[in-house]
């Protein structure tokens, strides 16, 4: 993963200079933000889910970014600065998405466990 970041880093530099975007100074604020994104989503999600590929199947995997617009839903309604509330038909189909990809992991344990 380090090499497909860096190359992905070294490209964009690239392509910012060659464009004559000036890449500093950025404000502190702006710099908390890109690390948290690097953080958040990049590293915890993107590369979580390459090293799940070893444990899990791919398709269990590929299930748990159906749940990513549920914690976004979730995220915008706790941070007091979004503080966007959502609707009863929202919720319920966040938990119907839920729900199925419950299922559908457990069934893949399920599954996994008699095959043993």
Same mark, same amino acid.
Request: charged share 5%.
């Given at each position: 993963?380090? *090499? /497909?970041?860096?190359?992905? !880093?070294? +490209?964009?530099? /690239? *392509? ?8 500093? @100074? ?5 710099? =908390? *933000? !890109? ?5 958040? @989503?990049?590293?915890? #999600? ?8 070893? !444990?899990?199947? %791919? ?9 990513? @617009?549920? #914690? %976004?839903?979730?995220? #915008?309604? =706790? ?6 509330? @959502? ?9 119907? /998405?839920?729900? #199925?990809? *419950?299922?559908? =992991?457990?069934?893949?344990? $399920? $599954?996994? +466990?008699?095959? =043993?």
């Amino acid at each position: 993963m380090g *090499i /497909v970041y860096s190359t992905a !880093f070294l +490209t964009l530099t /690239v *392509i910012a200079m060659s464009r004559g975007v000036t890449l500093e @100074p950025q404000p502190p604020m702006e710099i =908390a *933000i !890109f690390a948290a994104l690097a953080l958040g @989503p990049m590293l915890i #999600g993107h590369t979580g889910m390459n090293w799940a590929l070893k !444990f899990l199947p %791919a398709y269990v995997v590929n299930l748990t970014v159906l749940g990513e @617009p549920v #914690g %976004a839903t979730l995220l #915008g309604a =706790a941070i007091p600065s979004i503080r966007q509330i @959502p609707t009863v038909s929202t919720l319920v189909g966040g938990a119907v /998405v839920l729900g #199925g990809v *419950i299922i559908a =992991a457990g069934g893949s344990t $399920r $599954r996994s +466990t008699q095959n =043993a």
